[in-house]
């Protein structure tokens, strides 16, 4: 199958050049040209599948004519590795643990998948694929351990000095074999700026093959399906079929869009529901018909302060008008203040701590229930993360921090293997050409 951009002014190309070039040269982004349909008998056996093979059949649907089918079967059972349950809060709020991966996000998934894909597609006789990706915290660690162990791909990680958690930090400058992490003495955008350069950098491009693990790349995407497909099964296993609303806490709006493609291969989703925080741009469009993009402004849930989502492009693709995407899609903002008081309530009601960016999608549904759900309607609302990764909001919001999951306690203890290197282009640069000889 071709993927297309979503401006339109290059040729289509194929699966594999999609997911190695990123994005097109028209800086639109990739689209599959159409939507191959899940079987009736696929749907109606997902209450009794495994998460492997609900996302399988999904992955053959979508991918099929792309990859040889024990390739993909391959790609899937790596990506995978962990479970996605819904916890039953009530018989009508489903929350979707998404946070069981080696990062606890559900960027994992996303990462993954595209470190696997990537790897079967590169040509074994091509120069060795160079990743460079400067992070905050989170991208960082789900890319870093998505290619740990990969061949012929080496991951070097950039991260601000003394601006990421301990814990954060453990977790991708611990790993070592092909991952580097770097420490710079400096802030995020210097990090930013250095990778930016390395990719403008002539010479530095002809000794070494350069990439960024892009979060808006095709194969980063497709993956975070499997486990609305799954969901659902799950849905219908515990209580029939109603209809099933999915609730997505977003930020660039990737997690939510690959929800849609799901919907638009089948899956019978009655309806999507966006929950943001302050940086309310999509919400606002869905109320008004009016796409104001912004500078965004800072949250307790900041995996989602995204003042410009990248994603929109694929969302405005999908549904043209917006009548059209009002038919499918809702969208709630909250406080911080609202999204504290979600915590406590879902803690004292169900004694369950939830995290930021879950308790923004929580108020969603509440409202969504009273303004428009059906009276059956099921909510399974995304939990995007788990709540020791925003431990420090977490211990102020209900007065007790979340324990370290146990798989994760022993990086605690993890000597530390970051290279320290000041923020300057020069020393980074000599640094790569040294580390990466060719
Ligand atoms: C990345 C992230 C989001 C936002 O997801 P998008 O796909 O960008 O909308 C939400 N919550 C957490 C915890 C995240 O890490």
Redesign the pocket.
Known sequence: MQYYSTKRQTSPVSFGEAVLKGLPEDNGLFMPERFPQLTRAFVRALPQLSFEDAALGFAQTLLGEDLPANVLHDIVRKTLGFDAPVVWLTSQTGVLELFHGPTL???DFGARFMAQTMSYLLPKEDKPLHILVATSG?TGSAVAHGFLGIPHITVAVLYPKGKVSPFQERQFATLGQNITAIEIDGTFDDCQSLVKQAFLDKELNQHLRLSSAN?INISRLIPQAFYYVYAYGQAVRKHGNKPVYFV?????????TAGVFAQQMGLPVAGFIAATNANDVVPAYLQTGKYLPRPSVATI?N??D?GN?S?FARLADLFPSWEQMRKQLYGYAFSDEATRAAMREIKHQYNYII?P?GAVGYLAWKQFQREHAPADAIGIVLE??HPV?FGEVVAETLGEAPAVPERLQHLLHMPKLSVPLPKDFAAFKAFLMQHYPC
């Open positions: 996000a559900f960027k989170d979060s997505v806490p977003s930020g660039n709006f990737g997690n939510l849930s995996a989602m995204v989502p994603n995290d960016h995007t993360a990764k």
